[in-house]
Antibody
């Protein structure tokens, strides 16, 4: 059974870099699937951030692209997100997700982790 | 790219059906087969309910069905049950981006 678990600081200062990691269990990250992030500001809708393949190919949301870095560590079976120069609008629940090799649906989600940007 | 348009709310009594629309453009909803739907209960992660417009993942009841006409996709929940009360989001691929809908809160009366 595939499980995803997010981890990282719950509070980030404005202008700092938000860093999150997603640990994958029950499934190898080194497959044809893609691994990524989606966020949801409190009381609002979902926003796709991007995803990464174990080959290190990436696709990012154009509106966030200049601030995003995703990486993948096959030895630890985990992947990570860095979002730089954060402001209050980046406050959200961040979900890590799994996507199939071709289609664009997200079949496995982590429980999500709330990241608050505040001084 | 703007979010896909969904009605803010929908409701029905137990046993009835409710249909949620998701309106986009020919560049997203109407332009490919990558439309999906997610159910989200309060405080929980979204759950995939429909993918590729009409397909149901294993374990999703056949009370949930998807369809599309032109640039509008729809999710129908038949035989409403109390546990169907949740937020529902559509999603579609558009060139170089994944779009989500604005979300619909379904209330079981």
């Amino acid at each position: 059974q595939v499980q995803l678990q997010e981890s990282g600081p719950g509070l980030v200062r404005p202008s700092d870099t938000l860093s999150l990691t997603c640990a994958v269990s029950g499934y190898s990250i080194s497959t044809s699937d893609w691994w990524g992030w989606i966020r949801q500001p409190p009381g609002e809708g979902l926003e796709w951030i991007g995803y990464i393949h174990y080959s290190a190919r990436t696709y990012y949301n154009p509106s966030l692209k200049s601030r995003i870095t995703m990486s993948i560590d096959t030895s630890k079976n985990q992947f990570s997100l860095k979002l730089s120069s954060v402001t209050a609008v980046d406050t959200a629940v961040y979900y890590c997700i799994k996507k199939g090799p071709i289609s664009t649906y997200f079949d496995i989600w982590g429980r999500g982790t709330l990241v608050t940007v505040s001084s | 790219q703007s979010a896909l348009t969904q009605p803010p709310s929908a409701s029905g009594s137990p046993g009835q059906s409710v249909t949620i629309s998701c309106t986009g453009t020919s560049s997203d909803v109407g332009g490919n087969s990558y439309v999906s739907w997610y159910q989200q209960h309060p405080g929980k992660a979204p759950k995939l309910m429909i993918y590729e417009v009409t397909k149901r993942p294993s374990g999703v009841p056949d009370r949930f069905s998807g369809s599309r006409s032109g640039n509008t996709a729809s999710l129908t929940v038949s035989g409403l049950q109390a546990d169907d009360e949740a937020d529902y989001y559509c999603s579609s691929y558009a060139t170089s981006i994944i779009l989500f809908g604005t979300g619909t809160k379904v209330t079981v009366l």
